[in-house]
């Protein structure tokens, strides 16, 4: 055994987001390894190889365990050419073995995190070549080893990947049901829900064995998972094998016994759990996915101490999920019992139509029938885990995958009563009657209602402001799903646009219809409005890479329709004084467009970060990025910048844009408008601006262009182009919609970031503060 086997490495252990606490302490209690360090996504540690075959084998949370082999500071491509020919390749793995290289990179010389990955494969089969004849070969798809490249602006890192398919790949899963819950987030929903630490507690006989019931099992990944921890079984033991085994250095004198001992705490623990009485439990609606979970569950030779049912939860009594338990824990009992479970979400709503309630529902059974346990239920968002109806201890965010989600954490007791998630009585009552065809004047009248309350919050800061247009509801009713934007005209006119948010495919068209049409009424008779000044459109979510179409929807209330018309357009013989008209806002003048377009030029959310940039644009040198009308470049000119420049691909947007100066007598001289890609500008622009603004879509991909952008892919890169434009001491300025948007770690620990979401959103979009995310960026150097 040489002296490598017992030197200490440097070893990164990844992880999905959220998870990092956890795996640090899993990964200290596995073995003596020194410090653990957190980061975004995993743990650093230094480890001798055989603590690296025990986290592989061991680690229920890991995603891969990587070996640094070479760390440096590279500015182009011959640098990193240079950096990954020196890595010793042929003393890591041999000619006739396979392998790949992967890149995350975020740098000026590498644009595709591919290209940089090819120079690691060039500088390594180089080596290979020039030092013994040959070259190993590149296998994408199922490599023998793979080696993973992470670039960022100041630094490389080169890993040797020690588990080769990710640890969340247990080896039992092969039957699948739709949307799996991954092996490693599993663990970790038990983890949260108490269930390893009751586990612990029965092994070391402080107290009695647990029970675990999952009424929507699906696959059975927690059931399994669950039974893995209570037998103590490793979770890497039924793989096929590990990254490790195929490297040149893989040592079996250290791998063999660590193996044996796992399988010998397998077998005592499986022995032991089957002796306690503790109860694995798991059911599911549908037959399919109990077939799916047998399967997964002898393919972990964990099936003997599972009990699978075929049921509707709710039809399921106490006595059904405890078995012979229930006759010991009575209904006024604590005792260790646990409700896990993954109920139907997001990309798993085409299983049930009626998906929405699946957590109402699960709440009140929860509530009725299993008093005294533990309940830990995952959900799309923290709004939908509020439909339980049971009050959260404590709500945990964590990913699924790529797939963002949350898991609440319930106490079924006597004080967690169960509330149905309606928002009011009243509103409860409208729906029942809405559901039954009830008069639409009661729905009209709650609407009313509504915006009377909202007109009296607002009331103060209008006035103060001076704010003649802005959001005066926003979805306040859940089944009148919709925004409703207020425009007082320059000329005294009033005018109100009403935007739909799209509707469900699971909605009756004609329910939703009806409820559309309350709503626009209730709004004129609100506002006093005649239809005509009432402009209806309808915003449907995109998802993936659907590019957003700013005339696609269009929908509009013309005079004496009792309904608004589902069809696209412009209204016949609308006049352009009426489609076209102009607003103050903050004494400035813009145009809007009412009609022609789902967004109308002027975004209320940042009526107080336009303000933020004015006051801080005195002699500035400002560069506006997807500037879309310029409103932030007219108030920056307002500001007294020396110099303004607005770029955007649209030369629609642009020349709106340009109309805006004028209306607030703005000479063009010292102010710049480029059509053109952002991030194209941006390569080849070699000024210096004291403040940039980027206010990006969520998606774009022009047509005629190869130049998508996804703004959480692709941010990161976009705002360091944007610093090597900043002037010293400048700022950027980042704002985005996007709901479950998150700033990169290497840019917060680069830069000086402050995040002014709070400060810069205005009264009347409270409702949306989760989803607004504004940060000001300085270069932290």
Same mark, same amino acid.
């Given at each position: 055994m040489t002296a490598d086997h017992f030197e200490a490495h440097r070893l990164f252990v990844s992880c999905p987001r959220y998870l990092e606490g956890l795996l640090r302490e899993?990964?200290?209690?596995?073995?003596?390894?020194?410090?653990? &360090?957190?980061?975004?996504?995993?743990?650093?540690?230094?480890?001798?190889?055989?603590?690296?075959?025990?986290?592989?084998?061991?680690?229920?949370?890991?995603?891969?365990?990587?070996?640094?082999?070479?760390?440096?500071?590279?500015?182009?491509?011959?640098?990193?050419?240079?950096?990954?020919y020196a890595v010793e390749w042929q003393h890591r793995f041999t000619v006739d073995r396979s392998f790949a290289v992967s890149g995350h990179a975020v740098h000026p010389a590498f644009p595709q995190a591919d290209f940089a990955a090819l120079v690691v494969k060039d500088a390594l089969v180089d080596?290979?070549?020039?030092?013994?004849?040959?070259?190993?070969?590149?296998?994408?798809?199922?490599?023998?080893?793979?080696?993973?490249?992470?670039?960022?602006?100041?630094?490389?890192?080169?890993?040797?990947?020690?588990?080769?398919? &990710?640890?969340?790949?247990?080896?039992?899963?092969?039957?699948?049901?739709?949307?799996?819950?991954?092996?490693?987030?599993?663990?970790?929903?038990?983890?949260r829900a108490g269930w390893a630490a009751a586990v612990a507690e029965w092994r070391e006989g402080r107290a009695p064995a647990p029970i675990l019931a999952d009424p929507l099992c699906g696959s059975g990944t927690l059931a399994i998972e669950a039974a893995m921890m209570a037998t103590d079984t490793a979770p890497g033991l039924r793989r096929a094998g590990f990254g490790f085994e195929r490297m040149r250095d893989y040592n079996e004198e250290l791998w063999i016994p660590l193996r044996a001992a796992a399988e010998q705490r397998a077998r005592a623990g499986r022995e032991l759990w089957a002796a306690s009485g503790g109860r694995i439990w798991a059911s599911d609606r549908a037959a399919q996915a109990i077939?799916?979970?047998?399967?997964?569950?002898?393919?972990?030779e964990m099936s003997e101490l599972i009990t699978f049912g075929t049921s509707e939860f709710s039809r399921l009594s106490r006595g059904a999920v405890l078995g012979s338990w229930n006759k010991v824990y009575g209904s006024s009992d604590a005792f260790p019992g646990f409700v896990v479970t993954n109920p139907p979400y997001g990309v798993r709503l085409s299983e049930r139509p009626a998906a929405e309630a699946v957590h109402p529902e699960l709440g009140a059974w929860l509530a009725r029938t299993l008093s005294g346990t533990q309940a830990a239920v995952l959900a799309e968002s923290k709004e939908q885990a509020r439909t339980i109806g049971l009050r959260a201890e404590k709500v945990y965010t964590l990913y699924n995958g790529n797939l963002k989600v949350v898991?609440?954490?319930?106490?079924?007791?006597?004080?967690?009563?169960?509330?149905?998630? &309606?928002?009011?009585?009243?509103?409860?009552?409208?729906?029942?009657?809405?559901?039954?065809?009830?008069?639409?004047?009661?729905?009209?009248?709650?609407?009313?209602?509504?915006?009377?309350?909202?007109?009296?919050?607002? /009331?103060?800061?209008?006035?103060?402001?001076?704010?003649?247009?802005? /959001?005066?509801?926003?979805?306040?009713?859940?089944?009148?799903?919709?925004?409703?934007?207020?425009?007082?005209?320059?000329?005294?006119?009033?005018?109100?646009?009403?935007?739909e948010y799209a509707p469900p495919a699971t909605v009756d068209p004609v329910a939703a219809e009806k409820r559309f049409a309350e709503l626009t009424t209730g709004v004129r008779e609100f506002l006093g409005l005649s239809s005509a000044a009432v402009y209806t459109k309808q915003r449907r979510r995109r998802r993936g890479g659907q590019q957003y179409d700013p005339r696609r929807g269009l929908q509009r209330t013309c005079p004496g329709d009792a309904y608004p018309q589902r069809t696209g357009g412009k209204r016949t013989g609308t006049a352009d004084n009426q489609r076209w008209v102009v607003v103050e806002e903050n004494g400035l003048l813009f145009e809007v467009n009412l009609l022609d377009y789902i967004d109308t030029g002027l975004f209320f959310d940042h009526r107080i970060l336009r303000r933020w940039v004015r006051e801080r644009s005195n002699g500035a040198r400002v560069l506006n990025l997807f500037a879309y009308t310029c409103s932030f470049s007219v108030y920056a000119a307002a500001g007294g910048a020396c110099e303004t420049v607005s770029v955007d691909s649209s030369k629609t947007y642009l020349e709106w844009g340009r109309r805006n100066f004028r209306h607030n007598r703005i000479e063009l001289k010292r102010h710049r408008f480029a059509r053109e890609d952002c991030r194209d500008y941006l390569r080849h622009d070699r000024g210096r601006y004291d403040l940039i603004v980027i206010d990006a879509p969520t998606f774009s991909n022009s047509t005629g262009r190869n130049n998508e952008l996804d703004l959480q892919r692709d941010h990161?890169?976009?705002?360091?182009?944007?610093? /090597?434009?900043?002037?010293?001491?400048?700022?950027?300025?980042?704002?985005?919609?996007?709901?479950?948007? &998150?700033?990169?770690?290497?840019?917060?620990?680069?830069?000086?970031?402050?995040?002014?979401?709070?400060?810069?959103?205005?009264?009347?979009?409270?409702?949306?503060?989760?989803?607004?995310?504004?940060y000001a960026i300085r270069d932290g150097a």
């Open positions: 899993e990964i200290a209690g596995l073995a003596a390894c020194g410090e653990v &360090s957190e980061t975004v996504g995993g743990v650093f540690l230094n480890a001798d190889l055989e603590t690296a075959y025990r986290v592989c084998l061991w680690s229920r949370l890991a995603g891969r365990v990587l070996l640094e082999c070479a760390a440096g500071v590279v500015y182009d491509r011959d640098e990193l050419y240079r950096l990954a080596q290979f070549r020039e030092r013994g004849g040959v070259r190993p070969s590149v296998d994408t798809r199922n490599p023998a080893v793979r080696v993973h490249l992470y670039l960022t602006e100041s630094k490389a890192l080169i890993y040797f990947d020690l588990s080769g398919e &990710s640890l969340h790949m247990r080896g039992y899963r092969r039957s699948r049901t739709e949307a799996p819950l991954r092996e490693n987030t599993a663990a970790a929903v038990l983890v077939t799916a979970a047998r399967e997964n569950a002898a393919r972990a898991l609440a954490l319930l106490s079924l007791n006597e004080a967690n009563v169960y509330r149905p998630p &309606s928002p009011s009585p009243g509103a409860r009552a409208a729906a029942v009657q809405m559901q039954h065809g009830g008069d639409a004047t009661q729905g009209v009248a709650m609407v009313v209602q509504r915006l009377k309350k909202n007109e009296r919050g607002l /009331r103060k800061y209008l006035k103060r402001e001076r704010v003649s247009c802005y /959001r005066l509801y926003d979805a306040d009713i859940p089944q009148y799903a919709a925004a409703v934007d207020v425009y007082n005209a320059l000329d005294q006119r009033r005018f109100a646009v009403v935007q990161e890169q976009l705002i360091r182009a944007a610093l /090597r434009r900043l002037a010293g001491g400048g700022t950027i300025v980042f704002a985005s919609n996007l709901r479950n948007f &998150s700033l990169s770690a290497p840019l917060r620990e680069d830069c000086a970031v402050t995040d002014i979401s709070d400060e810069t959103i205005p009264p009347d979009f409270a409702r949306r503060r989760r989803r607004r995310h504004v």
